[in-house]
């Protein structure tokens, strides 16, 4: 199964997260002129909301192609998955028309919520929970999952380096990934490894898009992913080495506070654009999931 149907293979670039203060300065922009392609947003913040802010969602999602990114699927938590919580998102994703729906490889509950996305040990038997785990979204979603590689700062198991450990659930489950090069970048600093040997090792057929974000340098050996500041060079120049490496896909801009005047955010995101128009896009009809 493809993960785009043909009607949806549409030239998709460079992308941003859609804040709800940036509502009012993005419906007086004009779509052709706009660097922006598409929007993403955390679907927990918008299901079964109505009113004013369901009115203005729905004029952005008729005029614009969508990503969804979840906050809560908690995907690696000892807790059951919330079947309810999950019946309402595939309504919410088909409403909506999403294109993709992506989420984190943590988990964030355990009898409750713990408002942290928490890693998962890179274990061999994390790797077949979280595979079976993955497979029950999807058969419920009737889409592909895409997981997205999350930063951390607490030294977990090292049964499983961290590309083997998000590569072999991919491969097990079948599902795809959102391969967020800031968070690539933040823990290749923090845990003392090659971010572009990282980025080798992906497996090229299975990336779906892109994050990029800003991060806080604390200290030489520690960065801190926070998405609330502009993009570092070596950022930038590791998503340029993707490029090269797997080729373009659709590139998200994620900025969540401190967010700056919109014509500064604008030329992040046509940063992006200037990127990308060195390589070829992947036909998206390559890019599969196994249901």
């Known amino acids: 199964m493809t993960l785009l149907s043909e009607h949806q293979h549409m030239d998709l670039s460079a992308g941003l997260g859609l ?42 999602t008729e005029r614009y192609p969508f990503f969804c990114h979840g906050l809560s699927l908690s995907i690696g938590s000892p807790s059951p998955l919330d079947t309810a919580f999950l019946n309402d998102l595939k309504k919410f994703l088909n409403y909506h028309n999403i294109l993709m ?29 979280v595979a079976d785990r993955v497979k029950q979204v999807q058969d419920v979603l009737e889409r592909p999952l895409i997981l997205e590689n999350v930063s951390y700062y607490s ?8 590309i083997h450990f998000f590569n072999a659930i991919v491969e097990e489950s079948g599902c795809l990934m959102l391969l967020d090069i800031n968070n690539v970048y933040v823990n290749s600093i923090n845990h003392g490894y090659s971010a572009k040997d990282f980025i080798d090792a ?26 609330g500041a502009d993009v570092k060079n070596e950022v930038w120049q590791l998503l340029d080495y993707a490029y090269a490496k797997i080729g373009f896909r659709p590139t998200l801009l994620e900025r969540d ?21 060195h390589y ?8 599969e999931y196994e249901k």
């Open 19 to 60: 804040r709800r203060e940036l509502i009012a300065p993005l419906t007086d922009i004009d779509i052709t002129k706009s660097p922006i392609s598409f929007f993403e947003i955390a679907p927990e913040n918008w299901i079964n909301l109505g009113g004013r802010l369901g009115k203005q969602l729905r004029y952005f």
């Open 101 to 129: 729906y992506s989420e984190h490889l943590s988990y964030c509950s355990d009898h409750g919520h713990l408002y942290d996305l928490m890693p998962i040990p890179f274990t061999n038997e994390a790797v077949r929970y």
């Open 155 to 162: 030294p977990l198991s090292n049964e499983l380096e961290e």
């Open 202 to 227: 992906v497996p090229i057929e299975k990336v779906a898009y892109y994050h990029v974000a800003g991060h806080y340098d604390e200290a030489d050996d520690l960065k801190v992913d926070t998405h």
């Open 257 to 277: 506070f401190n967010i700056p005047p919109i014509d500064i955010l604008m030329k992040e995101v046509d940063k992006i654009n200037q990127l990308s128009q």
């Open 280 to 287: 070829s896009p992947i036909d998206t009809k390559k890019i």
